[in-house]
C-alpha cells in the first residue's frame, strides 16, 4: 500500500513570495490533515478535509493560508503572502472514514519551508 | 497554551535497556492517546495507541500505560534497540467531540546507546 505523498521536499522562497505544497492520501481515506511543524514544536493542525469538506480550520490564518482538496482526493495548501515565521515542515497525514473508529492518523514526509 | 507535555526533550539509554517517555496532557476531554516515532527528514509514524477505557495496551516491545487521574501517560521500549533512536511524539484527541484533532507534545528524543 503506498503511503502520503507530498511534494516538494523541500522549499526555499522569499519572504511575501507564494508557495503551494502538494499531498496525495493514503488511497481510500476520506480524512487528510494539514499541520505545521516548527523546529523543536510538535505538529500543530492547520486544516482537516473530510472527503472535500472542511471539518477544523481554526488554527489556519487565513489572512495568507488557502487549502482544498477538490475533488475529495489531492490537496494543495497555499501561502500567500510568506513571512519569516512561516518557515517549518509542513505535513499531510490521512486517515480512514471517522465512522470506522480508525484514528490513527498516517503521515507523509513532509515539506521543509525556509523563508529567507 | 501546551495541554500535551513532554518534559524531557531528550533521554539516553544503553542498548537492552528500558526507555520510559513520558507525557502530561491537561484536557480532561482527551479520550485516545498515540505515540508517533519520527525519524529525521521523514514523517511521524504511528507506534502504538491507548484509548481511554484502558490503562495499558501492549505491542511487542512497546508498551503504553495511561493513569487517568493524574493525566499521565508512559511508553515502555523494552528492550531498546539501537534502531529505536528517534524522536518519540505524544499525541492526544478528543474522539466524543467527533473529530479526529491530534494535540501533539514537543517531543522527547530517545538515543539508544551501544
Known amino acids: 500500500e503506498a503511503g502520503v505523498a507530498q511534494s516538494p521536499r523541500y522549499k526555499i522562497i522569499e519572504k511575501r513570495q507564494s508557495v503551494a505544497f502538494w499531498c496525495n492520501p493514503i488511497?481510500?481515506?476520506?480524512?487528510l490533515y494539514w499541520y505545521q511543524q516548527i523546529l523543536g514544536q510538535g505538529p500543530k493542525l492547520l486544516i482537516q478535509?473530510?472527503?472535500?469538506?472542511?471539518?477544523?480550520d481554526s488554527q489556519l490564518p487565513k489572512d495568507r493560508f488557502s487549502a482544498e482538496r477538490l475533488k475529495g482526493v489531492d490537496s494543495t495548501l497555499k501561502i500567500q503572502p510568506a513571512k519569516l515565521e512561516d518557515s517549518a515542515v509542513y505535513l499531510c497525514a490521512s486517515s480512514s472514514t471517522l465512522s470506522r473508529g480508525n484514528y490513527e492518523q498516517y503521515f507523509g514526509p513532509g515539506t521543509r519551508l525556509t523563508v529567507t | 497554551d501546551q495541554q500535551v507535555k513532554q518534559n524531557s526533550p531528550s533521554l539516553s539509554v544503553q542498548e537492552g535497556r528500558i526507555s520510559i517517555l513520558n507525557c502530561d496532557y491537561t484536557?480532561?476531554?482527551?479520550?485516545?492517546f498515540l505515540w508517533y516515532k519520527k525519524y529525521p527528514a521523514e514523517g511521524p509514524t504511528f507506534l502504538i495507541s491507548i484509548s481511554s477505557i484502558k490503562d495499558k495496551n501492549e505491542d511487542g516491545r512497546f508498551t503504553v500505560f495511561l493513569n487517568k487521574s493524574a493525566k499521565h501517560l508512559s511508553l515502555h521500549i523494552v528492550p531498546s534497540q539501537p534502531g529505536d533512536s528517534a524522536v518519540y511524539f505524544c499525541?492526544?484527541?478528543?474522539?466524543?467531540?467527533?473529530?479526529?484533532?491530534?494535540?501533539f507534545g514537543t517531543g522527547t528524543q530517545l538515543k539508544v546507546e551501544l
Open positions: 499525541a492526544a484527541s478528543a474522539r466524543a467531540g467527533g473529530g479526529n484533532k491530534l494535540t
Open positions: 484536557n480532561s476531554m482527551f479520550d485516545y
Open positions: 488511497s481510500g481515506h476520506a480524512t
Open positions: 478535509f473530510q472527503n472535500n469538506g472542511v471539518v477544523d
